[in-house]
């Protein structure tokens, strides 16, 4: 079946470095690939996403590239910050369900 | 304004109790849903309702009803509660059950069960 598969955290950084959260997915179709955020005590926010192949997704400085022939969706930032620690989930939607699913989430804490 | 709200926040019972989880959102979608996140952050769907009507059921004890008054309501109803559901179940919604919608989420609601 469908599935989503993250690199397993945690993930330390210092601020300013660069940040690459690997996430790969088995899909049948053509699924819709979202990054949710989940900081501390808080719902997952939709981070960013991208409905077909070859579409950048971008936000807050995040950016995530939807690679069919690699069926990746990485997450990237440039820059981290403190403020970036949280735990990301990457998701697909399935086109014939419509149904989500997550990834376990990686868990990301930049240290000043 | 809260977009999906969730309550209560913070809910500690003891086992073999039934407890109830109330879900609202305000953005006029039309699909709602219902996830368990274990203490590893692992999240997982449970129901998925579309317009008051059940379309996603996954393997969840009967033990859990969900009930849709309306498609801006989906409470979650949990009989004779068992350790493992200890959890943080969120309630998110989406505009409709197709495409690429957002799903927003509530803030979610931790179960201990004792």
């Known amino acids: 079946g469908d599935s989503v598969t993250q690199m397993e955290g945690p993930v330390t950084l210092s601020e300013e470095a660069f940040l690459t959260i690997n996430c790969t997915y088995t899909?049948?179709?053509?699924?819709?690939l979202f990054w949710y955020v989940q900081y501390p005590g808080e719902g997952l926010q939709l981070l960013l996403k991208a409905t077909k192949a070859d579409d950048k997704g971008s936000n807050k400085g995040f950016e995530a590239t939807y690679r069919k022939e690699t069926t990746s969706f990485h997450l990237e930032k440039g820059s981290v910050q403190v403020s970036d620690s949280a735990v990301y989930f990457c998701a697909l939607l399935t086109s014939g369900t419509y149904k989500y699913i997550f990834g376990t989430g990686t868990r990301l804490k930049v240290l000043a | 304004d809260t977009a999906v709200s969730q309550t209560p926040k913070y809910l500690v019972t003891q086992m073999g109790n039934d407890k109830s989880i109330k879900c609202e959102q305000n953005?006029?979608?039309?699909?709602m849903y219902w996830y368990k996140q274990d203490s590893k952050k692992f999240l997982k769907i449970m129901f998925s309702y579309n317009n008051k009507e059940l379309i996603i059921n996954e393997t969840v004890p009967n033990r859990f009803s969900p009930k849709s008054p309306d498609k801006a309501h989906l409470n979650l109803h949990i009989n004779s509660l068992e350790l493992g559901d200890s959890a943080v179940y969120f309630c998110a919604s989406s505009r409709n059950s197709r495409g690429a919608g957002e799903q927003y989420f509530g803030p979610g609601t931790r179960l201990t069960v004792t």
């Open positions: 899909a049948t179709g053509y699924p819709s």
């Open positions: 953005l006029g979608h039309d699909t």
